[in-house]
């Protein structure tokens, strides 16, 4: 099945709790005609179901995760998870070409990683520093924290537990045991 890069946030905006046009829009940030689009074809790919609920003022629809559309998400999560990984492993190689190749080959999945909480963002950080580059070149504007937009449902320090090995203390593991050396921090109080 050919995968839109947004369609994946959509389910898990949807698979988060916002069942409602509005509320998806505002917490995907992606534009209002996009989600539109999305959600027809995600409906007609039976991921997901409007059901309607009686309310206090009558019916009101909502828009829910079917079975087939948990399990399409499921799916998508671990192929970013795996793709996140591979991207670790090429860092952690040294090799700064093939790590900008397969970014920029998987560049249209990269805010899926943001949003769904897989990315490390201090270690893509790291890596877009390694290779000289500045993350605004691979992170739309909407998904930069700049103009107070929500990031709260971003898990910032999420890695899938994997270990960098990386030290970045400035050598033996406990900074250099100067005054103030708190593991690589200069903190002089």
Do not use: C
Not at 75 to 102: A, C, P, T, Y
Not at 165 to 189: A, L, Y
Request: proline residues 2%.
């Amino acid at each position: 099945m050919e995968q839109e890069p947004n369609d994946v946030i959509i389910l898990s905006a949807i698979n988060q709790g916002a069942k409602k046009f509005d509320k998806i829009s505002k917490k995907t940030k992606i534009d209002t005609l996009e989600v539109q689009n999305l959600l027809e074809l995600l409906e007609d790919r039976g991921f997901i179901t409007v059901i309607e609920k009686k309310g206090l003022f009558g019916l009101k629809k909502e828009i829910v995760l079917t079975e087939k559309g948990g399990k399409e998400l499921e799916e998508r999560k671990f192929e970013l998870q795996q793709n996140w990984n591979q991207m670790v492993e090429i860092w952690k190689s040294g090799d700064k070409q093939k790590l900008q190749q397969h970014m920029d080959e998987n560049r249209g999945i990269i805010p899926s990683m943001m949003f769904l909480g897989i990315m490390d963002m201090m270690m893509f950080s790291t890596m877009m520093g390694f290779m000289g580059m500045a993350m605004t070149s691979f992170i739309p504007d909407q998904y930069m924290d700049g103009g107070g937009h929500d990031m709260s449902n971003q898990d910032m320090g999420h890695d899938g537990g994997h270990d960098t090995g990386q030290d970045f203390s400035g050598g033996n593991g406990f900074g250099d045991g100067g005054p103030g050396d708190m593991g690589g921090f200069d903190v002089n109080f």
